[in-house]
C-alpha cells in the first residue's frame, strides 16, 4: 500500500483542500492518505474555528484516511518548529512514503535548492540574515529576504520562490524531512486561486481559511456556503447549532487579560514567543485594549507582527514557559503519535504501522502519559473554556471521546 502524508489545520477544510487532497493522492499515486492536524490551537496563534474532533470528521468524510494529531507543543509556533512536529509524527509512523504540499510553483526542485540553505546556513546567508534583521525586520520576513539575496547569487535557483510567504512552510518540511534524515519522499502540487493569510473573497468557489473564517464572523457561515463542500458546511452548522462554535480569540478574552493584568513584565517574559520586549508592549495595550483584537493591534510594530503576537498570547493562555518547553524536547521530535479517527483503509495503514512505528501509536490514553502529552490535554481543557455554549464534561473529552471511524462520502456540492 502506498501511503501518503499532508499537513492539514482545516480551519474549516473548504474547496481548496479538497482540492489539495484530490491532487495529492493523483500525483504520489497514494492508496492511503495520512493527516497530521493540527489540535484546538494553529499555527498562526489562534484558536480553531471548532474542535479537532469535528474537523477530524470533515477531513475523514471527505478524503482523508487517517487523522493524527499534532501535539499542541508543536501547533503555535514558528514554521520551523511546527514542520518539524509535523514531518516528525509522518517519519516515525513508519510507512509514509511521500508528503505533498502545496506551493505556488508546484516545482519541488527549486524548493528543496532553497530549502537546503536554510538546513546549511552557509556563512554568507548568516550574514544576509544579521543584516536583514538589523533592518528591523520580523524574523520570517528577514529570512524570507535573506534566502532571496542568497539565492540571487545562483543562477540555477529562482530566487523568486523565497518571497512567497505561501512558499515559506513548505520550504520548512523539506528542511524537516532532512534535519530528520527521513526516508519520505517529498512532491508539491500548485496552489489554485487564493492565498493562504488572502482575507478576502474574490473567485465564486476558492477562498482561504482566512477569509472564511473572517466572513463567517461578519456575515454569518451562510456567506461562506459556496465556498465549502457540502459536508464541511454541514458539520460547521452541527457545531454552531450545539454551541460549539465559532470560536476565535475574542472567547478568551477575559481569562486573557486577567493573566496579563497579573503578570510583572518579568513574568511575562518567561513564555515562549514572548522577547525582544514584546513583554512591555503587550502590558501597556492591555491597559487600553477593550478586545483581543485591539490589544494585538496597539502591540504590533514592524518587528512583531500579528502571527508573532497571536502565538506568544497563544503560549501565554497555555502557560508553555521556556523552561517547560526545554523539558518537553520538542526539538527532539515527536515521542508519541495520537490517533483522532480512521477510515477502514486507515484502520489498514495503522496496522501496518503497528509494527514499523518508532514511538508508541496512541488511541486511547495510557495511565503514564508523556509530558507532551499532558501539554495537549492542558491545551483541550483551555480550549474547552471559550465555548459559546457549556458544554457539560467537555474538559474531559479527551479522555471519553472515541476515535472517529467514518466512512468516506461524496465531497461534492
Not at 520548512?172 to 492565498?195: F, N, Q, V, W
Not at 484502520?347 to 490514553?365: C, D, F
Request: one cysteine or more.
Amino acid at each position: 500500500m502506498k501511503v501518503t502524508g499532508v499537513v492539514v489545520e482545516y480551519n474549516p477544510m473548504h474547496n481548496g483542500h479538497l482540492y489539495h487532497l484530490e491532487q495529492s493522492r493523483a500525483a504520489t499515486e497514494a492508496d492511503a492518505i495520512v493527516a497530521v492536524m493540527s489540535g484546538h490551537f494553529l499555527q498562526r496563534g489562534e484558536p480553531a474555528l471548532v474542535n479537532k474532533w469535528a474537523r477530524t470528521k470533515m477531513a475523514l468524510l471527505q478524503g482523508a484516511d487517517l487523522v493524527l494529531e499534532l501535539p499542541a507543543a508543536y501547533s503555535a509556533q514558528s514554521a520551523a518548529l511546527f514542520a518539524l512536529g509535523s514531518i516528525g509524527v509522518l517519519d516515525r509512523l513508519g510507512v509514509v512514503d511521500s508528503v505533498c504540499f502545496g506551493s505556488e510553483s508546484g516545482d519541488i526542485r527549486s524548493l528543496q535548492a532553497l530549502s537546503n540553505i536554510l538546513v546549511e546556513e552557509p556563512p554568507l546567508f548568516k550574514t544576509f540574515l544579521r543584516e536583514e534583521l538589523q533592518k528591523g525586520h520580523s524574523y520570517p520576513r528577514a529570512a524570507s529576504d535573506a534566502l532571496a539575496r542568497y539565492a540571487d547569487l545562483d543562477p540555477l535557483i529562482d530566487s523568486a520562490l523565497a518571497k512567497m510567504p505561501n512558499n515559506m512552510l513548505g520550504l520548512e518540511y523539506l528542511a524537516a524531512l532532512r534535519k530528520l534524515g527521513s526516508r519520505i519522499e517529498p512532491a508539491t502540487i500548485t496552489r489554485i486561486a487564493a492565498g493562504y493569510n488572502q482575507q478576502t473573497i474574490t473567485h465564486p468557489s476558492i477562498a482561504s481559511a482566512t477569509a472564511i473564517r473572517k466572513a463567517t464572523f461578519e456575515t454569518g457561515i451562510e456567506t461562506a456556503e459556496n465556498l465549502l463542500p457540502a459536508l464541511s458546511y454541514r458539520v460547521l452548522q452541527e457545531e454552531f447549532a450545539a454551541g460549539r462554535g465559532p470560536l476565535s480569540w475574542e472567547n478568551y478574552h477575559q481569562a486573557l487579560f486577567t493573566l496579563l493584568h497579573r503578570a510583572t513584565p518579568e513574568q511575562l517574559r518567561e513564555y515562549v514567543g514572548v522577547d525582544e520586549g514584546l513583554e512591555h508592549r503587550l502590558l501597556e495595550a492591555a491597559l487600553r485594549a477593550a478586545t483581543v483584537q485591539e490589544l494585538i493591534r496597539l502591540t504590533k510594530t514592524k518587528r512583531y507582527t500579528w502571527t508573532k503576537i497571536q502565538r506568544a498570547l497563544t503560549q501565554v493562555l497555555l502557560g508553555l514557559t521556556r523552561s517547560e518547553q526545554e523539558a518537553l524536547a520538542v526539538h527532539d521530535g515527536p515521542s508519541y503519535i495520537r490517533v483522532l479517527g480512521f477510515t477502514l483503509r486507515g484502520q489498514a495503514v495503522l496496522k501496518a504501522a503497528s509494527s514499523r512505528a518508532s514511538v508508541p501509536i496512541l488511541t486511547k490514553l495510557p495511565k503514564e502519559k508523556p509530558k507532551m502529552l499532558e501539554f495537549d490535554l492542558r491545551a483541550s481543557r483551555l480550549y474547552a473554556q471559550g465555548y459559546p455554549t457549556r458544554q457539560p464534561g467537555a474538559e474531559l473529552w479527551d479522555i471519553t471521546r472515541p476515535v472517529l471511524i467514518e466512512a468516506p462520502q461524496s465531497a461534492t456540492r
